[in-house]
């Protein structure tokens, strides 16, 4: 399987004569290190190579919380950094992505709320809905990427000079994925400073038929090259 998903991240899909986008589900596990992830601050993140989701790696920061504005970004896996080597940039329309998911987790004494942004850049981003999460336990933020009201609980607020059109400009041209902490918190919170860490950041783009057909005659090469042997 790790040898057929190589190929298809190498070589790409080709429809009707044209290359298309090569963005295949992938999740980001920081197994391996921070993989170029920063924080808040701009600076590599913190790693830890046990205590993720499966005891697993993961990476951390400290974040204070701010009330003001739209609340801190706490993570930020921009193209201009190779995150995840560009794993999550592209057109995420174009290549069917329905879903961002991740796994945070925090040490504040009370519950925070979270969101993700979604950054063409030049300022035009979309939010997702706060998501509240519990302390010290590892919780999954699960974004429908769907251009609806109420999808799921799900509502996207877009800002930046887009225009009316805003979804499909931004989701068509993602070059940066943060995850960041509401401005609305409990207020014994505001100022205070936690400990915030990510694990398992993942992108769900539909298969297309053309994909489809290329894993399969990966699978079928593989499969007549045993026989041979």
Same mark, same amino acid.
């Given at each position: 399987?790790?040898? +057929? ?7 790409? %899909? *080709? ?16 197994? +391996? ?11 590599? #993140? ?12 993961? @990476? ?12 801190? @970004? %706490? ?51 979309? /939010? ?16 429908? @990427? ?14 930046? #000079? %887009? ?15 943060? *995850? #960041? ?21 993942? %992108? @769900?783009?539909?298969? /297309? ?10 699978? +079928? ?9």
């Amino acid at each position: 399987m790790k040898f +057929l998903l190589s190929c298809f991240i190498l070589f790409g %899909v *080709i429809e009707n004569g044209r290359a298309v986008s090569s963005l295949l589900p992938f999740t980001e596990g920081f197994d +391996l290190g921070s993989s170029n992830w920063l924080n808040g601050s701009s600076a590599v #993140a913190n790693y830890s190579s046990t205590g993720g989701v499966a005891n697993t790696g993961y @990476i951390f920061t400290s974040a204070t919380i701010d009330t003001s504005g739209f609340g801190p @970004i %706490v993570f930020r896996g921009n193209n201009a950094n190779s995150a995840s080597g560009g794993a999550f940039v592209g057109n995420w329309l174009a290549a069917g992505v329905n879903q961002f998911s991740a796994y945070v987790w925090h040490n504040a004494p009370v519950d925070l709320n979270f969101y993700v942004r979604f950054d063409k850049g030049a300022g035009n981003a979309a /939010s997702s809905n706060m998501i509240q999460v519990a302390a010290n336990t590892w919780t999954l933020l699960n974004i429908p @990427i769907v251009d609806s009201l109420g999808v799921s609980g799900q509502v996207f607020q877009s800002y930046g #000079a %887009v225009g009316s059109g805003g979804f499909n400009t931004i989701f068509s041209d993602i070059k940066n994925v943060q *995850i #960041a902490l509401a401005a609305t918190q409990d207020a014994s919170t505001s100022g205070q400073t936690y400990t915030v860490g990510l694990d398992s950041a993942s %992108v @769900i783009p539909e298969p /297309s038929v053309g994909a489809m057909t290329v894993v399969g005659l990966l699978g +079928l090469g593989l499969l007549r090259r045993r026989t041979i042997k």
